[in-house]
């Protein structure tokens, strides 16, 4: 039985230029080196919020490992105990980012005091605002809001970029 697989290959040149129907399109098959793929009709905004994702989830990833040079006089409160803490981030065509966490609340208790929340959101919003196109965000734990915000004594709420 022979059996086809479709690709869709989107390059990742300046977003918005050329046009869907530039796309030449490809059939990829386990005995050819031919490559077809079906155009997608809006793969701007795709590859738009893909990248923001991408670029959001790598500094998340980044931020969530710690410092990579401790000083005595700069604190965090992520470390190689928070490394593997990101659940999922996503953003949507407003702007609109949802970053899920792991339970945070046992590897950092002591970021629910009043100052250690107050310097754990501005470690998280400084990260999330660095990346262009990203309006809001609302912090998860384990895909719930409350268990975020209940941690740092707030009600759940989404924060805006300022």
Known sequence: MRRTAWLLVIGLGPIGC????EVEPALVTPDSAQVRAPVATDTTSAVAKSATDGLLRAALEQLLRGPSDPQPDVH???????VD????????STGHATVD???????IPNASSS????????????????????????YLIEGGCERF??????????IHRP
Request: glycine share 6%; charged share 20%.
């Open 76 to 82: 965090s409160w992520f470390s190689s105990a928070t």
């Open 18 to 21: 050329g046009t869907a129907d």
């Open 101 to 107: 966490f792991e339970d945070l609340r046992a590897l």
């Open 85 to 92: 803490a990101l659940r999922s981030v996503s953003v949507d």
């Open 149 to 158: 915000w209940e941690w740092l004594q707030y009600g759940c709420q989404t």
């Open 115 to 138: 100052a250690g929340s107050t310097m754990l959101l501005e470690e998280l919003n400084t990260t999330v605002f660095s990346v262009e196109g990203v309006r809001s965000v609302d």
